[in-house]
């Protein structure tokens, strides 16, 4: 099927047929109707027909009420919608999202399809060749308390971040264009913090301004932020749309990095009955339309989504089946030093570790609160134990009495 898109979805009902009820979709979401159409025009309408791949039902004697499911495999032709992720999200998914408990969980995009999609500019192996750091996860710090700070408190809060050895600089997603912080005076002001820590750190570091404003201003923002020597941008996905994504990412002046933030996430896909599940929403669709980094909730910290689902956000983010570049995963919210093993052993190098409080709730200070998480690193690199490590590193020995070693 190279020319069709096929869709996964789980659909909940007690009493339905689920074949019938496939082939309900594959018709309904296609051509409209087939039974009634005279031979001449199903020999028309053929190429245009959905059909169903599978059906896989899954019966449970003791089961709950409601709790009866299938899932349904469907296949779209390619000839139906144009190459964008807009048209192929009504085609499978726009009104079926209203009829009833069906959840959408997968879509397998056509190699003609995802061929209109470069995917991200710089992914995984590229940002770490940005950065120079090739053997280890790397580490995100986020501005934190910004809304009604002015320039000068926002470019110490960034220098201290940046002298802790952070990698990332990340915005708060709720900053917006304000007169206190204006995007190009934001990132001049924290870009210069940048080169003064450099000049005592040696690491260099990417700062990723939050890219806001009405959507036909995007672009021009984003090249706005590059002249003033933003490299790294950072944007809410879900509120814009995975085309905004595709063509910020796509476009040849706007040459850093893409963060996309999962913000309006939740709206879509902690429900089993609903919405769209995370592993297609915050990983494939994330990759496919350009994000270099793809942000989600940790399995670990204080916005917990489960771990089995966890690891499917990120195996969709580094799938190599997937023709476009590797994505960074980076499981956020509640991180802290303690956290390092876990995220290290479930993650692998391969990862962001992104902390806001666990750097800046540090005991002695922001600076103290990156170098805590490097240490804490180093520590699992070479086999050690944290609290090992605490002995010989201050640091991190403060992290751990404050928040503890998570096992």
């Known amino acids: 099927m190279n020319n069709m898109c096929i869709a996964t979805y789980r659909c909940y009902d007690d009493k339905a047929d689920f074949h019938k009820k496939a ?49 349904l495999q469907i296949a779209y032709p390619d000839i139906n919608f144009s190459r964008d992720l807009p048209a192929l999200l009504v085609t499978v998914f726009g009104k079926l999202s209203m009829d009833g408990r069906i959840k959408l969980i997968d879509l397998e995009m056509s190699p003609d399809f995802l061929s209109a999609f470069p995917g991200p500019k710089f992914g995984i192996s590229g940002v770490r060749s940005l950065l120079g750091v090739y053997d280890r996860p790397l580490l995100m710090s986020i501005f934190k308390s910004v809304v009604g700070h002015d320039l000068e408190n926002l470019q110490e809060q960034f220098y201290q971040q940046a002298l802790g050895g952070v990698d990332l600089i990340k915005d708060d997603e709720i900053l917006f264009e304000n007169p206190l912080t204006p995007l190009e005076k934001r990132v001049e002001v924290c870009m210069e913090a940048a080169r003064r820590a450099e000049e005592q750190t040696g690491q260099k570091l990417l700062y990723a301004v939050n890219l806001t404003g009405p959507t036909s201003k995007l672009a021009s923002q984003a090249k706005k932020a590059v002249a003033a020597g933003a490299n790294a941008l950072l944007f809410n996905v879900l509120a814009y749309g995975f085309d905004t994504l595709h063509e910020l990412a796509a476009d040849p002046e706007i040459s850093v990095p893409i963060a996309a933030h999962p913000a309006m996430a939740g709206a879509l896909y902690p429900s089993p009955h609903y919405g769209i599940a995370a592993p297609l929403l915050l990983g494939k669709l994330m990759r496919v339309a350009g994000a270099d980094l793809s942000l989600f909730p940790s399995p670990y910290g204080s916005v917990v989504m489960p771990k089995e689902e966890n690891l499917a956000v990120q ?3 580094i799938d190599p089946a997937l023709s476009v570049k590797a994505s960074f995963p980076v499981p956020s919210a509640g991180i802290h030093p303690g956290m390092v093993p876990l995220i290290m052993r479930d993650f692998g190098q391969d990862v962001v570790v992104n902390a806001g409080g666990g750097i800046h709730g540090h005991k002695l200070g922001t600076a103290a609160g990156g170098q805590a998480f490097r240490q804490a690193m180093a520590a699992v690199a070479n086999g050690q134990s944290l609290q090992a490590a605490a002995e010989r590193h201050e640091e991190l020995r403060a992290a751990i009495e404050a928040w503890g070693v998570k096992e």
Do not use: C, F
């Open 23 to 71: 082939q309900s979709i594959a018709v309904g979401l296609t051509v409209g109707s087939w039974t009634d159409l005279p031979a001449a025009s199903k020999a028309a309408m053929e190429k245009h027909l959905g059909k169903v791949v599978s059906v896989t039902v899954y019966e449970q004697d003791n089961a709950a009420p409601g709790e009866r499911y299938a899932d």
């Open 315 to 317: 195996a969709a983010l």
